[in-house]
């Protein structure tokens, strides 16, 4: 049977909760990526909130524990200047994820959330990547299963593809943040086949499959 997204409307006041932690890991192929499996080991329990059990969750999820900048941001003079460009001081999340390019090679960056976008800076480069406003994001799909990936789908631009350990509060962040500023529910979508927009003209799948001691993920061209 064919795997059917769900899309949810969430609840900016309630945490989403799904199974975190661990490093994404794998390695490239010409056509497809297997991302190999993240074990799902520590405690869990069924989630019975707005996502009615389709995901399992850590009890460090919890909202409370988020703790929102990892990598110190006003220690990176560099990153201050950026913020003051672009006329954004409030950060509500920055730490270090795997991003994907339109070629299937996995980038480190920052992934920085602020009131009114997203940034994507190279750590290594001291240098802005990416800017993306909220405003201009339509959606965020994730998977049934307990990885660490999520898609930015961005209509106007293309997409961004990333994994992260702390996907749970990034998520959270970005509909808390998107509901502030407009007062719009951001979607987020539910499957374990999602379609993103690699760039301007490359299109692509992620498919999720959940096997003995993790979830396998292949990324694959339309």
């Given at each position: ?38 074990k ?29 900048d ?120 539910i499957?374990?086949?999602l ?21 396998k ?6």
């Open positions: 049977m064919e795997d059917r997204p769900r899309r949810v409307q969430i609840d900016g006041s309630r945490p989403l909760r799904y199974a975190d932690g661990g490093e994404a890991y794998g390695e490239e192929e010409e056509e497809e990526q297997g991302m190999g499996l993240r799902t080991s520590g405690e869990v329990t069924e989630d019975h909130g707005p996502f009615m059990g389709m995901k399992i969750r850590r009890k460090a999820s919890l909202r409370g524990e988020y703790k929102g990892y990598v110190g941001v006003f220690n990176y003079p560099f990153i201050e200047k950026i913020l003051q460009k672009q006329g954004d001081n409030q950060v509500l999340f920055a730490d270090k994820v795997l991003k994907f390019t339109a070629s299937g090679k996995m980038k480190r960056r920052i992934l920085l959330v602020t009131d009114f976008a997203i940034y994507i800076i190279d750590p290594d480069m001291d240098a802005l990547k990416r800017r993306i406003a909220l405003a201009a994001v339509d959606k965020i799909c994730l998977s049934e299963l307990s990885d660490n990936f999520f898609a930015v789908i961005v209509p106007t631009e293309y997409d961004l593809l990333v994994a992260s350990s702390r996907k749970t509060e990034i998520v959270t962040v970005l509909v808390d943040a998107t509901k502030s500023a407009s007062n719009y529910e951001l979607e987020v979508v499957s374990n086949r379609e993103y927009n690699a760039s301007s003209d490359t299109a692509k799948e992620v498919h999720f499959e959940e096997v003995e001691g993790g979830v993920t292949r990324i694959v061209k339309k």
